[in-house]
């Protein structure tokens, strides 16, 4: 099972990027899809999470507001548009996707990962 994650790059503080997560249809069908990331010493952390249909969204707190997450299930696609950005996003973003339509925050909730893009904030 393959996930490609990219769109990262290096933006200043208050820019935008979009991340793009691509896989096969049969790992994208009826499964939601969530994305992560781990900063330098830090461990990997929830960002976002979309149900299969994408009905239902959620966000970790620090990026509400600032980042949306949306899928394309006929392109087996799922973005993360991040907007507002801070140094503090700084990090490698991963997607994971999990073996059930909608699924909570927890890293055990997904089943197959991604490579992970870097985003690198400058101040």
């Known amino acids: 099972v393959q996930l490609q994650a990219s769109g990262g790059g290096l933006v200043q503080a208050g820019g935008s990027l979009r991340l793009s997560c691509a896989t096969s249809?049969?790992?994208?069908?009826?499964?939601?899809v969530g994305w992560f990331r781990q900063a330098p010493g830090r461990g990997r952390e929830f960002v976002a999470t979309?149900?299969?249909?994408?009905?239902?969204?959620d966000y970790e707190d620090n990026v509400q507001g600032r980042f949306t997450i949306s899928r394309d299930n006929a392109k087996n696609t799922v973005y993360l548009q991040m907007n507002s950005l801070k140094p503090e996003d700084t990090a490698i973003y991963y997607c994971?996707?999990?073996?059930?339509?909608?699924?909570?925050?927890?890293?055990?909730?997904?089943?197959?990962w991604g490579q992970g893009t870097l985003v690198t904030v400058s101040s």
């Open positions: 994971a996707v999990a073996l059930r339509p909608h699924t909570g925050r927890g890293l055990n909730n997904y089943r197959y």
């Open positions: 249809r049969r790992t994208f069908s009826n499964n939601a």
């Open positions: 979309i149900s299969w249909r994408g009905e239902s969204t």
